[in-house]
């Protein structure tokens, strides 16, 4: 007879983990990548080919890196956890990097390059700012920290990207 696994607390730390890490990474990762590409005075419909590359691409890596590395936690642990039990925050990871991905993206599909960068940008902030608040109602700890938290070193991405792009425009 097969036994049921009841949802822990453990459980549920692993989802938050890999929800906040999907988000956060997806918006840092992908306006980092398309401001630097957008800075660099591209044509937008490579921005946006780069920017959904990245986004299919870092979607399933981070999916695949978030069950094996649950995985093999569970493996070296002795918690006795079911075997799959990466699944889950697997696919948090996985959804979570995909659709907040577009958050910084979209701009480029109605917008010029020129425009949909201020936009791309502010949208990201704004979600950093709004996913902190999020986490940190869910974890039960101060909100505006966490999301002050979240903008700051997420906001580094942004500057980052723009920088290289700007360096590397003309080569």
């Known amino acids: 007879m097969r036994r049921r696994h009841?949802?822990?607390?453990?459980?549920?730390?692993?989802?938050?983990?890999?929800?906040?890490?999907?988000?956060?990474d997806s918006l840092v990762s992908t306006v980092g990548l398309v401001s630097g590409i957008a800075v660099a005075a591209v044509p937008r419909g490579t921005i946006l080919l780069t920017g959904m590359t990245l986004i299919f691409v870092e979607a399933?890596?981070?999916?695949?890196?978030?069950?094996?590395?649950?995985?093999?936690?569970?493996?070296?642990?002795?918690?006795?956890?079911?075997?799959?039990?990466?699944?889950?925050?697997?696919?948090?990871m996985f959804a979570t990097y995909f659709i907040v991905g577009l958050i910084p993206l979209a701009p480029y599909v109605v917008l010029s390059s020129t425009e949909a960068l201020a936009v791309s940008v502010a949208l990201t902030l704004a979600s950093l700012f709004g996913f902190g608040v999020l986490a940190g109602v869910w974890i039960g700890?101060?909100?505006?920290?966490?999301?002050?938290?979240m903008l700051a070193l997420g906001g580094g991405a942004v500057l980052i990207g723009m920088v290289v792009g700007a360096v590397f425009r003309g080569v």
């Open 60 to 92: 399933f890596s981070m999916g695949v890196g978030a069950f094996l590395s649950e995985e093999a936690a569970n493996d070296y642990s002795t918690s006795g956890r079911r075997a799959g039990a990466g699944f889950w925050p697997a696919l948090i």
């Open 6 to 24: 009841r949802f822990t607390r453990h459980d549920g730390a692993e989802l938050v983990r890999n929800f906040v890490f999907g988000v956060e």
């Open 141 to 149: 700890r101060h909100p505006l920290r966490r999301a002050t938290e």
